[in-house]
């Protein structure tokens, strides 16, 4: 009986333990994995632990970027019934259309709604967090996607002392730099998502704002000799990248700026970021400025993080949502991850010079969603287009590549016409 007894209470300990230990777990699924992005993600991990100490974080961050990789993964793990408790995911179509409409998350706006959160978020951010009136993920943040980085030392040497304002004016600054034996532009296109970075900024330069929201909306074709002429464009700029850029990262191509071997590079403003944990600082080492033809528009990324239905640790998934909700956990992340607050009452004295230009950007140019970074359309367009960006970097067949474009959206019913 005395046997009997205590294996049962054995049992009933570890049966109690398993419980603790689930129920003090977070389950953190992300792509941020290199400089700056990593260091945000561990100082809100931190403040997380600093409220709620004996809950144990997994980390569950896959390299990969915007490209395949982690999105592959959490796609995979998502459709087998696995959820991470919260996963990092672009507003807009990337959340909607992937994991919204096919039934996989629980609204949070009542969590926005307990914190008196609601308005403290532009409206323009939460609706592309929404769907059929409810909030399905919080936005962490929000990046400016159509900025040129640039080695402020390289450009003394070529004459550049301002930031050009036309296409013709920037190409200029490339060959110059070309010239000295620099590379121009520093691309890091081994994940393949850069490309069609570069290129969706070309096409808003072309197109314009209002013509580019059009897109998404049916009310501008895809059949637009704008689009044509910003693939002319990037098979010009292709002229001035270096030549290993298919065996890199983005980290790898900001490094190249970093390490005074190139002139610029096109990314989003996590590269201010790393390049701060680089030791850098802004307008000291580098500069930086709109892509020419984009100076009234911000492309926007946010990041956001959203409840999965089945959630192992959903409590504790609860409490990470209201923490990067919090005012406290935007101002602790942003300045580090190279991003502005997506709330609207963040402390500026806490943000750099570039990230407060960013934040008067965003509050008065014209916003427009990203492709690539999966707030403009759905994954079967942009995966798509990704691939035909990537072939063209190679073949430079603008012809053969605006045919596939047009193939693209005629597809995924967008006009053409």
Avoid at 94 to 109: A, N
Avoid at 206 to 212: C, K, Q, V, W
Avoid at 287 to 314: E, I, N
Avoid at 386 to 411: G, P, Q, S
Wanted: hydrophobic content about 45%; overall charge neutral; charged content about 25%.
């Amino acid at each position: 009986m005395r046997k009997f007894l205590t294996v049962l209470l054995v049992g009933v300990f570890f049966f109690a333990g398993a419980l603790w230990a689930k129920e003090n777990a977070l389950e953190i699924f992300s792509w941020w994995t290199g400089g700056g992005e990593e260091e945000g993600l561990m100082a809100l991990f931190d403040l997380f632990h600093k409220y709620y100490p004996d809950v144990k974080i997994i980390n569950a961050a896959v390299a990969g970027g915007a490209g395949t990789n982690a999105k592959a993964v959490l796609k995979t793990r998502m459709l087998g019934g696995n959820p991470p408790d919260s996963f990092q995911v672009h507003a807009g179509m990337e959340l909607i259309d992937t994991y919204v409409i096919p039934g996989m998350m629980e609204p949070v706006t009542w969590i926005l709604k307990d914190m008196n959160a609601l308005d403290k978020f532009p409206k323009a951010i939460l609706d592309m967090c929404s769907y059929k009136g409810e909030v399905y993920s919080i936005p962490v943040n929000v990046h400016r996607a159509n900025v040129v980085f640039y080695n402020k030392k390289i450009a003394a040497q070529i004459g550049m002392e301002q930031p050009p304002q036309t296409w013709h004016g920037f190409v200029e600054y490339l060959k110059r730099a070309k010239e000295k034996g620099y590379v121009g532009l520093a691309l890091g296109d081994k994940n393949k998502w850069t490309a069609l970075h570069l290129f969706e900024s070309l096409m808003l330069a072309e197109l314009g704002p209002d013509a580019y929201n059009g897109l998404w909306k049916g009310k501008t074709s895809f059949n637009n000799t704008a689009i044509k002429r910003a693939l002319e464009i990037m098979k010009e700029m292709l002229d001035y990248i270096n030549s290993d850029h298919a065996a890199m990262t983005w980290q790898d191509a900001v490094r190249l700026v970093y390490e005074g071997k190139a002139l610029a590079t096109v990314m989003g403003d996590w590269a201010e970021g790393y390049l701060k944990t680089l030791g850098w600082t802004p307008g000291v080492e580098f500069g930086w400025f709109a892509l020419p033809g984009t100076q009234d528009a911000f492309m926007v990324v946010s990041d956001t993080f959203g409840l999965p239905k089945g959630a192992p640790h959903r409590q504790n998934a609860i409490r990470w949502l209201k923490l990067i909700a919090s005012r406290e956990a935007q101002d602790v992340f942003n300045p580090i991850k190279g991003s502005i607050p997506a709330r609207l009452d963040a402390d500026k004295s806490k943000y750099d010079v570039y990230l407060r230009w960013s934040m008067n950007d965003f509050a008065t140019k014209k916003l427009t969603p990203s492709i690539i970074h999966g707030s403009a359309a759905p994954e079967s367009f942009s995966a798509a287009l990704m691939d035909a960006i990537d072939e063209f970097v190679t073949t430079r067949d603008v012809d053969k590549t605006f045919k596939k474009i047009l193939m693209i959206a005629e597809d995924n019913d967008y006009n053409v016409k």
